[in-house]
């Protein structure tokens, strides 16, 4: 049975007809996508207006680069990039926030100013305040599964069951945010494409991602412009690889698509519910 409801700091998001949208805005000069696009706070207000205006049930802002290679920065530099954000979108925004950290003080500072959610590639791991301070909040938290951290995940990763140790690895670690104080009803579960992840890995992830509804979470995947669907559908129809990606997520049971053109996404979001909804009652 899939969940359709996940609870956040001030609300609880229910869907059933579609996945939900979550629009990602990096403010941060080394993304791998939109590389110093919304560094001024004002361009990033905009964007976030934009993506609400253009359907989107989310929004993730992100201080630090994860993509492969990338180096970690200090809170201080995070908090630089977050902060002048997260005020001036006070008040303006409808639908929730996320902040994509896994540092307690980023994630304490952005819940203060109205964030929502908590977006951790780390599963807690990096930062053992982390889920004490979500908890505090009564925060929505995001428990991915990423092999290590971004300089090194993609030196040589290796599984004997991607799919297996990686369902493993996310029910222990809700088991453990839960002891900690995270309720389950605030956790989706993100099996971390691209995180320490081969492009077979990826394929064997996509393939069997039905098999994370052991988990009794709804379930997010992050597929937008990854580059194993650059290989495996060439860059310039990428937009058309991302959608067919999704669908084929949803129709193995993904709940929510963090993606970078909203737009494209709600439109294949609503036909993967109409074929969903469909397959439930044929």
Known sequence: MQVHAWKLKTRTLHWQERP???????VTPDSFSDAGQYLDPEAALDRALELEAEGADIIDLGGESTRPGAILVSTEVELARILPVLKHLQGRLKIPLSVDTWKAPVAAA???EGAEII??????????????TVSQYHAGYVLMHALDQPATMQKTPHYVDPTAEIVDFLGKFLARAEENGLALESIVCDPGFGFGKTLCHNLTLLRDLHAFH????????????????????????????????????????????????V???????????????GSETA
């Not at 939900?20 to 990096?26: K, P, Q, R, S, T």
């Not at 999704?246 to 053109?261: C, E, P, Y």
């Open 119 to 132: 977006n951790d590639i780390s599963a807690g791991r990096w930062d053992n305040v982390l889920w004490p």
């Open 214 to 261: 052991v988990l009794r979470r709804p379930v997010l995947v992050g597929l937008s412009r990854k580059s194993f669907l650059k290989l495996i559908g060439g860059s310039e129809p990428l937009e058309i690889t991302n959608e067919l990606a999704h669908m084929w997520a949803t129709a193995r049971g993904a709940a929510i698509w963090r993606v970078h053109d």
């Open 20 to 26: 939900l949208v979550m629009g990602i805005i990096n």
């Open 110 to 112: 952005s819940l203060e």
């Open 263 to 277: 737009p494209a996404a709600l439109r294949a979001a609503r036909i993967a519910g109409a074929f969903v909804r």
